[in-house]
Each structure stands twice: as C-alpha cells, then as structure tokens.
C-alpha cells in the first residue's frame, strides 16, 4: 500500500511515535532506558533538531520534536536504526525491533505545543506506570523542573516561554500546567486508531495543504518536500536583529561587521538549502568555495559561542514565525 509522504520543511514541529512490533517491548532495562536518551541528545546535536518533550514507555516512545533543517526522515532514520543496533547486541535479538514506520504529526507551533508536552509527560499516568509523573524516571518531566546542566540539551525554553514571559515563573506556570488533565481535542485525536496528519487550526492547516500536495504517496521512502522560507523573509530577519540596512548584508568587510553577513549566508544554507553557487551569486561574492568556507566558519563558531547560537536560533525563529504569517 502506498505511504503518504512526509511533509518537510524548515522549523517544522512534529509528534513523533513508535511502537515494537507486535507491540512488543522497545525497552527490556534501564541498560535500554539510558542508551535512548543518550543517543536521542547525541542525535540532537548531530542532526541539529530540537527536542521540546519525550516518554519513553515499556513498548514505545513519544517524542516532541523542531527540525530548522527540514531533516526529519534522515534524522528519525539515524535514531531508530542506531538504537535497534545497539538493542538487538545488548539482549542477543536480531531483527526488526520496531514495527515499521514511525507515526508523525505536523504540529501548528502555538499552543497545541503545551497541549502536546502535556499529553507526553502524563502518558505514563494515564497507563497506569505510576501514580504521580514525578515518580516516571523515563521522560522529559523532570527536565522541566530542572535547572541542572544534563538537561542543557532539552529546548524547553520555547515551550515555558509560552506559559508566561517571565522567567522567573516558568517553573511555578509548569508545576501548575501539568496537573490539569490533558485537552479533550488532543487526547481524543492521538488516542485513536488512526493519527491525523495535522494538528493546528484551519489556518495552519490549509496553509500547508496549498503549498504541498498532501494526498502524494510513495510506494519506497518518505521523501522530504520543503517549504522554504523566501530570500527576504532571511534577509529581513538578519537585518532586524543587528539593526541594519538591507545593503550592509551584501558588502563585505572585515571582522565583527562580517558577523551579520556570514549568519545570513549561513541561513540561506540552512534553511532554504540553495547551492554554494547560489549562495556566491547572491551576496556577490567571487568563488562559492568562499560560500562554504563562511558556512564552516559560522558552524565551528556556533560549537563554542553561545551568544552567536542563540542569536542563530532566534532570527532563525523570526524567519519561521513570519513564514506561517504568509
């Protein structure tokens, strides 16, 4: 039977699941337990996706994911096949581990994210795992309350943000949220048999529907179709947060002036994916290898330089944000 594809594209939320074959457990230790959050941060960072929640149940898992870089399929793929790896050498099996074809759905980035956190962290209340979620080792939650490092690599700040701007109440507006039974409209549609495609308003829906053919199949693999973002959208982006003109973008110079520039360039890449080529004629420069020298630069700068990270990600979610807008 034919799939329909996986509609991809850059900043796209998705709630991801997966269960054993036969229902089977995915889980069978805490040997198991502690391998899949390691390798779910390892893939984080190596993929560049950003996981809000997760709950890794006896039989199957949830996670909350961002993917800036439209890499979902290719990201998936490495979590899934590394972890099915390392499964089937630690308990002697050989094999499929899970039943197939993760389930996906793509997520309105607003407020049907703290419903969807929610439902995640209360899934193993509402199984019976235990009476309180505090007492659930094998999820997210605890993360929230948290300020230690090891959860460094949880982007829940985005999430918390939407509970209340104040950061010094994010903790209090949680512990409060997650108490409150799920929203009906969310549990009703993720406990059924079948998922829906989309979970967001009619806006966030059509909008998505019109720019991609939803109801394409393939009969192999999942095939990523991009919405991206135009030029201008990038371009403003940039120019806002360094509070420049549009024409210092496309000048270059030397040193820190070249820090608006290279982000820029960097973004094209990433976000839109447009060839070195592109990229080298679009800022005017002489050689693309140039293009690729700028990107390597800005990457190695983003490993150490966490004030050009979070400058990174947040033009990067202007860009998003104006993007759903259209």
């Known amino acids: ?34 391998v899949f959050v390691e390798l779910l941060r390892e893939t984080s960072e190596m993929w560049n996706i950003r996981i809000a929640a997760y709950c890794l149940m006896p039989n199957h ?3 909350l ?4 870089e439209a890499n979902l399929s290719r990201s998936m793929r490495h979590l899934n ?11 002697n099996y050989d094999g499929t581990l899970f039943r197939g ?5 793509l997520v309105s980035a607003d407020d049907y994210l703290l419903q969807l956190v929610r439902y995640i962290h209360r899934s193993p209340l509402k199984a019976g795992l235990v009476k309180t979620i505090n007492k659930y080792r094998w999820s997210s939650h605890k993360g929230y309350l948290s300020a230690a490092g090891k959860w460094d690599w949880l982007d829940k700040k985005f999430i918390l943000s939407m509970l209340t701007p104040k950061k010094k109440d994010w903790l209090k507006e949680y512990r409060k949220f997650i108490k409150k039974d799920c929203d009906e409209s969310v549990s009703g549609a993720l406990d059924g048999k079948r998922w829906p495609v989309f979970l967001g308003p009619d806006s966030f829906i059509d909008r998505v529907k ?11 693999i999942p095939q990523a179709r991009s919405l991206v973002p135009e030029k201008e959208q990038i371009i403003n982006s940039v120019c806002g947060y360094y509070s420049i003109d549009t024409d210092e973008l496309f000048v270059s110079r030397r040193g820190q002036f070249n820090e608006p ?18 990229i080298c004629e679009e800022f005017k420069m002489q050689k693309y290898s140039s293009v690729s020298s700028v990107i390597e630069r800005v990457k190695a700068r983003l490993a150490v330089d966490k004030q050009l990270k979070k400058c990174v990600e947040k033009i990067s979610d202007d860009v998003i944000k104006s993007q759903e807008q259209i």
């Open 81 to 91: 096949g590394i972890y099915t790896q390392n499964f089937n050498r630690r308990n």
């Open 210 to 220: 019109s720019e991609y053919d939803a109801g394409k199949t393939d009969d192999e």
């Open 1 to 34: 039977m034919s799939r329909p594809l996986r509609i991809q594209y850059p900043g796209a939320w998705y709630h991801i699941m997966n269960r054993g074959r036969r229902l089977e457990k995915i889980f069978n230790s805490t040997d198991d337990y502690e």
């Open 65 to 68: 994911v961002q993917t800036p």
């Open 261 to 278: 520039r290279n982000v820029a360039i960097y973004l094209f890449r990433r976000l839109r994916r447009d060839r070195l080529t592109q």
């Open 101 to 105: 074809r993760y389930k996906s759905i």
């Open 61 to 63: 898992y949830h996670i």
